[in-house]
């Protein structure tokens, strides 16, 4: 069976950082897509990034651009969200998903879901 699990949130100061992870069980990553989405109160869920295990590939929503960076260790079956330079406005609930690469996107039309960890910024 299919499970994505993450982890990693909490509570963190603005220009501080976070590491997310999402572990995958029951498959392997290659040949998948990846993908980190996000929810915050009151407001619809985002795309935040994802990443191609076929061939590495990744893309970034604007307002994270330069600041996470998504990469994916094999070994571990992991990953990972690095988040440095958080603001407030990336308070959310962050969510990994994953399908076949050909999903690959920052839409939330994923077949499978982890149950999210919670990310809060602020001081």
């Known amino acids: 069976q299919l499970q994505l699990v993450e982890s990693g949130g909490g509570l963190v100061q603005p220009g501080g950082s976070l590491r997310l992870s999402c572990a995958a069980s029951?498959?392997?990553?290659?040949?998948?897509?990846i993908a980190w989405f996000r929810q915050a109160p009151g407001k619809k869920r985002e795309g935040v990034s994802c990443i191609s295990n076929s061939d590495g590939r990744t893309y970034y929503a604007d307002s994270v651009k330069g600041r996470f960076t998504i990469s994916t260790d094999n070994a571990k079956n992991t990953v990972y969200l690095q988040m440095n330079s958080l603001k407030p406005e990336d308070t959310g609930v962050y969510y990994c998903a994953a399908d076949a690469d050909l999903y690959l996107s920052l839409i939330d039309n994923y077949n499978y879901w982890g149950q999210g960890t919670q990310v809060t910024v602020s001081s």
């Open positions: 029951g498959f392997t990553l290659d040949g998948y897509a």
